[in-house]
């Protein structure tokens, strides 16, 4: 296991050169170790190699690593699927919540950060959007979300900051590219019509992130390559 801290310092190096080759800074996009992939151990190994992002993609997982992994310095994100009979014990927990897909599931977050004022201001979401149309993802379509969001920044007690996206099964390069494009789109497109801010895009995983930082993402979800070689 020796590699994993090379393997942490080599997936940043990339995800800067990336950035810097689509003309910005290093420093707007975060890293996030997604470490579903491994125990308690190596995501310890994760947090020690210099990671303070993590993200599960099931809650009760995120729940368990964050009680034996205490660390004041660690934000914890959910990256997938969650259901509202979990939400509550989630938003006691995490930090981010990048699978907002529907408006009911918004409306049972906020209604659990609005009756824990400690954690209201510490819990971002993100909503999901379906940029691909694939029946097997979760998530707003484009269409639903633009008619739906006077509903979505009427919740209260829920801090919407951006959305979220995959690129759809199979799709790479351009075609991918392009998908994180129209995401883009969307989000500036909701800032201009209602004078919202969203300055996170959650787009990009380890085979497509070079994509979604040339089209404007601000978080980037890195897991298989971390893990490359050591397991």
Partial sequence: RARAPNNWQAANDEVAQAAIAAGRSPSDVRVIGVSKYVDVEMTRWLIEAGCRDLGESRPQQLIEKAAELATSDIRWHL??????????RTVEVAHWIHSIDSLKLLQSVATYLSSDPSRRDCVELLVEVNVSGDDQKHGFTPENLLHQWTDVIAVQ????????AMA???S?????KRQFSAVRDLRDKLVERF?????????GMSGDFVEAIAAGSTMV???????EGIR
């Fill in 79 to 88: 990256i997938g699927s969650l259901q509202r009979n979990k939400a509550k």
């Fill in 157 to 164: 007690g829920a801090r919407v900051t951006g959305l979220m």
């Fill in 168 to 170: 759809g099964l199979g």
């Fill in 172 to 176: 790479t390069g351009e075609v991918a």
């Fill in 195 to 203: 004078g919202v801010a969203l300055p996170h895009l959650s787009m």
């Fill in 221 to 227: 979800r890195i897991g298989s390559k971390l893990f």
